[in-house]
């Protein structure tokens, strides 16, 4: 009989994948132990399951190559004095392990500085500076692509003479055009492709953001833009992703959480559970999982992290780790690793999703269970072919190609994508030279590289 019990419990070993109860994890952080004074962490990024970037308010970033077990500071402006902000957590965006911004205010952000926007091609070994000319302070930045991106900022001194504006990019930086202004508003942008955007726009005032909060729309790379919703409750939003062209979600104060399933046309209010709770973090892979994190509306206790699996159908409190204060920013890589950052200095991390009591999970998934990148179709082709690919899981999908120097000729793909077979996209070369390329797949830490061959 007990030959038979161990056998048995071998194959239930065998049929799923067994993960300890993690939760969130505290990580050390170079900068010291969270609490004052150690400086505000803000932004967080990974580009991969290993490595990952964060801004903290004194100036410097956080950068890790080995999924945070240790971090080290790193000071992209050299001698500058420069603060980035770090609630809202806008100021990092990287597109790639080797291309990132990070935007900040020289001088600090108490004075009227300058913008300053630093950019690293080489994963972070140097970094360069642009001083953003007549704008005080640096706030937020995104790009798409290695061309295309936007800045926050605005000038003057609250609460008279202040202006927030947007400023726009398609040539990496180089040069910069003005797209969205207004007295007393500044916009917070989420975009999915180099065309197609929202921005959510806080009023400014003497104390910082407040209400009323906007949401408009771009189709055409900010050039024009539709106003979508205006929320006047008290408190305003804080934090703001829209997940694809369908899928987007705002969080704030006393509790705010909005969803929309139509591009914007609708922001419906969604309940969480009754969790009296300030949201100042948002993080979806999808249209379905997602985490919100927040501090208690009294601003006491441990941080709060909102779990949905659903949509926000229903959300599970997660357990943090026992520091206090507000989470600012959250990132997931995957459907289950994922880190956070809080005031003054703390990091967390997490797997099984940051959920303690994920310890089975079955394998037998109606998702493939392979990473596959399909020889294209037809190859050598003119000038378009057809690239296949297939996920394990939901998360993050970057498909780019290259030349034969290893320089990036085409950004096909950089967004969520739903775990399935044969995902399709169409690759137009024309205005590529005849020769060989390498169209190159990656999600989390996989990676698959292949060869085409373009014949004109």
Known sequence: MKHILVT??????????????????VQTNPLGPQGPPTPALGKIQFVSLTEGWITADNGELLHTTNGGTQWVAVSPGGNDTVSFVNNPAVGLSFVSATTGWAVGTLHGSDSAGQAVLYNTTNGGGTWSRQLLNTWNFGFGVQFVDANNGWVSVFRGTSPTNTLGALIHTTDGGTSWTMQYNADWKLPIVSFIDSNNGWALTDSLSHSGLSSPCEILRTTNAGVTWTAQFRDTTPGWLEAFQMVDATHGWVVGDSAKILRTVDGGTHWTPVTNTGNNSDHSAVFFLNDSLGWIGGRPSSNQGVPIVLHTTNGGGS???????????????????????????????????????????????????????????????????????????AIPID???????????????????????????????????????????FYRLQTGHLAITRRLVLLK
């Open 395 to 437: 998360g993050r999908v970057v498909l780019k190609v290259y030349d034969l120097l290893g320089r990036e000729v085409a950004a096909l793909l950089d967004g969520y994508r739903r775990a399935g077979e044969h995902q399709q996209v169409t690759f137009d070369a024309s205005r590529l030279a005849s020769g060989i390329y």
């Open 315 to 389: 959300w599970s409190i997660q357990n943090t780790s026992t520091q206090t204060e507000g989470i600012f920013s959250i990132y997931f890589i995957d459907a289950d690793n994922g880190w956070y950052t809080a005031d003054y200095g703390g990091i967390a991390h997490a797997t099984n999703a940051g959920d303690p009591t994920s310890v089975l999970r079955t394998s037998n998934s109606t998702a493939p269970a392979r990473f596959e990148l399909v020889q294209n179709y037809p190859n050598p082709f003119n000038p378009t072919t057809t690239i296949e690919f």
């Open 8 to 25: 048995i419990c071998l194959i239930l070993l065998l049929c799923v994948d067994v993960q300890a109860q993690q939760g969130w994890s």
